[in-house]
């Protein structure tokens, strides 16, 4: 198995493992941080501190290579607009994370772990990914 199969293996591994352990698999957890006038629950915000924290130092580092660890050149986005299809995006992506509690990685996780919501959800964004595919065309 050549040396960027394994670090990509390993590197969904740890992020599984971080999403299970901090709760954020759990939807009640992620909308319990979208209910600010009711049960707030802010975990969340503390695991969005670290994520930030944890990449905004790692990125400095990593980003005064000369290319990849393991090869091939960085994917940096050129593209900073902030424009009407990214708004759109951003906020259909909200509405649809309020209404579910999974966002694409943890309904990933859960439905790996075998919780039923996430099994409901991914064949949803699955079908929303295509079409929006389609859309784009």
């Known amino acids: 198995m050549n040396r960027a199969l394994v670090a990509a293996i390993a590197s969904g591994a740890l992020l599984g493992a971080g999403l299970a352990v901090s709760s954020m698999t759990d939807r009640t957890v992620v909308l319990g941080f979208l209910d600010v006038l009711g049960a707030w629950n802010p975990t969340l915000a503390f695991v969005m501190a670290g994520a930030v924290a944890v990449t905004a130092v790692g990125f400095r580092f990593v980003l005064k290579r000369p290319s990849p660890a393991l090869g091939g050149q960085f994917h ?43 099994w409901i959800f991914v064949p949803a964004m699955i079908a929303g990914s295509y079409l929006a595919g389609r859309l784009a065309r």
Not at 93 to 116: E, I, K, N, R, S
């Open 76 to 118: 940096v986005p050129k593209n900073d607009a902030v424009d009407r299809r990214l708004l759109a995006g951003a906020a259909i992506f909200g509405v649809g994370w309020g209404l579910a509690g999974f966002c694409p990685g943890p309904a990933l996780v859960g439905a790996a772990a075998g919780l039923v919501d996430a």
